[in-house]
């Protein structure tokens, strides 16, 4: 493929004109943050004054793939359980995904239920803040919508590439644009100021070895995607299940107890997270039979 070609995809993918543009709160939110003097109330002050996005931030955190044990019924508890970056994190994803789902249902599931999975693994293995973990398996395959919305012509040869010929997305993707979804992913997630504890775990999803300070979260995610397509979960337009990077083995260590826990636990909470997924959906149907 020409360089020409391969840059001007670049940067349609990179300017992202066609996906939502990010509400004004996520600029207010990072500008509070930056101040010490800003306490948790005045940040769940804030996000509440727009309450649609409150409630599907609020929808968000009691899921299943966070496992709470008990209700969060405040934005200020959840930014005190989840930490800023998570709940600025789901607050974009609440923006995205509503996207996302009218774009591909199959991938938003398939996305949820990685989260499902990340969570169950990072919880597993004691990492600190596994929900950072279970954001960055929510948000992994970002980089599909904006080449689905952005590229729409080569996404569909992409597509067409994939049916013909049998080959993963990813592999389509590389013939077709010369890049992949994980790397559009790291743009994204770059320009949207997240911190590098999430933008390396999108980036390097398929690949951990990639990653600099965050191998044992991408390699997660990495299983995590793996384990959730092989589950039949969600196909995300790619039904070939990814080859298993033994960087990511070797740092996971499971033993074939661990996988059977592991997948145990995952299928308990992939029926509670696919009611949450059926009921946002039932909500969103009421709210436009409502305005019609």
Not at 3 to 19: H, I, P, Y
Not at 52 to 70: D, E, H, R, T, W
Not at 179 to 207: F, Q, R, S
């Amino acid at each position: 493929m020409e360089d020409a070609k391969r840059q001007e995809f670049r940067a349609a993918l990179r300017q992202t004109k066609n996906l939502p543009t990010l509400p004004g709160i996520v600029t207010k939110l990072t500008k509070m943050a930056d101040d010490p003097d800003t306490t948790t109330e005045q940040m769940g002050k804030v996000i509440s004054q727009d309450y649609v996005l409150s409630a599907k931030l609020l929808k968000l955190v009691n899921s299943a793939f966070y496992g709470f044990p008990q209700r969060i019924s405040s934005i200020s508890s959840a930014i005190i359980l989840l930490g800023f970056n998570v709940v600025k994190s789901l607050i974009i994803s609440a923006s995205i995904f509503e996207t996302m789902e009218e774009q591909d249902v199959e991938l938003w599931q398939h996305s949820l239920g990685c989260a499902v999975v990340c969570n169950v693994i990072a919880t597993r293995l004691g990492v600190k803040d596994p929900e950072e973990v279970s954001t960055a398996g929510l948000i992994h395959d970002i980089g599909k919508v904006a080449i689905k919305m952005e590229l729409p012509n080569e996404y569909e040869m992409i597509n067409r590439l994939v049916r013909e010929r049998k080959i993963s997305m990813r592999a389509a993707e590389m013939e077709v644009l010369g890049l992949d979804h994980a790397e559009a992913g790291g743009w994204l997630t770059k320009g949207w100021n997240l911190p590098k504890k999430l933008i390396e775990p999108v980036t390097c999803h398929h690949d951990p070895r990639q990653a600099t300070t965050e191998q044992l979260t991408s390699s997660i995610i990495h299983f995590s995607d793996i384990i959730i397509r092989g589950l039949g979960y969600g196909h995300s337009s790619d039904t070939k299940v990814p080859m298993l990077s033994k960087r990511a083995w070797d740092l996971l260590n499971f033993s074939p107890t661990d996988i059977d826990e592991i997948l145990t636990q995952v299928e308990e909470k992939l029926w509670d997270v696919k009611g949450f997924s059926l009921e946002l959906k039932a909500e969103d149907t009421a709210q436009a039979e409502s305005l019609s």
